[in-house]
């Protein structure tokens, strides 16, 4: 199937992991080079079950304004993907930490890959 755009060059996905986001904590990456990041998300690798995954995503310790997203656990399967839009505190430098940060209250064990594209600058 062709995309309907072709993907822009400066545009750089980034990836971090977690074993379980059903459990409290955070899993990182870095910044490759300086820019603005332009779109967080998470695709889950097992069904959440008992209740919604809350994530919140930070630069440095400091939290991205609008960079928050639920995890569903109504109806959740392999290979759903959650995204969001930032809408502020959302510039890296490169090597800047980028967190993504669980509040555990789902249940089940379930490995979940997050992502932010940086636009670069």
Avoid: C, Q, Y
């Amino acid at each position: 199937m062709a995309l309907p755009l072709n993907r822009p060059l400066n545009i750089i996905r980034v990836f971090a992991h977690m074993a379980d986001s059903s459990t409290a904590g955070s899993a990182f990456t870095a910044a490759p080079t300086r820019g603005k990041i332009i779109k967080l998300g998470s695709i889950i690798d097992a069904a959440v079950t008992t209740a919604d995954t809350a994530i919140t995503s930070k630069i440095n310790g400091v939290a991205v304004g609008g960079g928050a997203w639920t995890i569903a656990f109504t109806a959740a399967a392999a290979g759903d993907v959650d995204t969001v839009i930032p809408t502020g505190a959302n510039l890296v430098n490169e090597d800047d930490k980028i967190e993504f940060a669980s509040d555990g209250a789902g249940s089940g064990t379930v490995p979940t890959t997050f992502f932010a594209d940086i636009l670069v600058s």
